[in-house]
C-alpha cells in the first residue's frame, strides 16, 4: 500500500497535475477555468492534493462546503497508482476535513457503471440515498447518489 502526503491547494500551481488526472479519469473533465474560479471561494471549495515521493500530484479530491454539508465534486487518482490505496487515503483525509469544517453529513455522486468507485465510496461508509436520472453526458448515464453521515 502506497502512502502518500495530503495538501490543499491553494494556488493554479498543482492544477496541472489535477487536470492531467481529470483528463485520464472522466469523460467529461472539469476545466481549468472552473478550478480556477473555485480557488477564488476558498471558504466554499476546498481542493486536495496527494503527494508521493514519486509524483507531485498523485491523486487530487475537490469538495464544497456550505452550511452544514460537503459535497464531494471530483475525486481521482492517476489511473498507474489505482489499487494502491491511494483513494482510500484521500477518501479518509477528506471525511476528517469535513468535520472539521462543520459539516454533519458528506454527498457525492457517482456514474451507475463506475463499481470501482462505487466500492471506493461504499467501503468509506456511504450509502445510496438516490438516484440522479440522466445526470451525466459523454455518455448519458444516471448517477447514484451516496452520502455519509460525518457528525462527532
Not at 27 to 36: A, D, F, L, S, V
Amino acid at each position: 500500500m502506497t502512502t502518500g502526503l495530503i495538501e490543499r491547494v491553494l494556488t493554479a500551481v498543482d492544477l496541472d497535475g489535477v487536470l492531467e488526472i481529470e483528463a485520464e479519469s472522466f469523460n467529461n473533465p472539469t476545466t481549468r477555468e472552473w478550478y480556477e474560479r473555485e480557488l477564488e471561494r476558498p471558504e466554499v471549495c476546498f481542493i486536495y492534493v496527494l503527494r508521493t515521493p514519486a509524483v507531485r500530484v498523485a491523486a487530487f479530491c475537490a469538495f464544497w462546503r456550505v452550511a452544514d454539508q460537503a459535497h464531494i465534486n471530483n475525486l481521482a487518482v492517476r489511473p498507474e497508482l489505482r489499487g494502491q490505496g491511494l483513494g482510500s487515503q484521500m477518501l479518509e483525509a477528506i471525511v476528517v476535513e469535513a468535520q472539521r469544517l462543520g459539516a454533519e453529513s458528506l454527498t457525492l455522486e457517482v456514474r451507475q457503471s463506475n463499481i470501482a468507485a462505487q466500492r471506493l465510496y461504499l467501503r468509506g461508509g456511504f450509502r445510496e440515498v438516490g438516484v440522479r436520472k440522466n445526470y451525466y453526458t459523454q455518455p448519458v448515464e444516471d448517477a447514484l447518489v451516496l452520502a455519509k453521515s460525518v457528525k462527532f
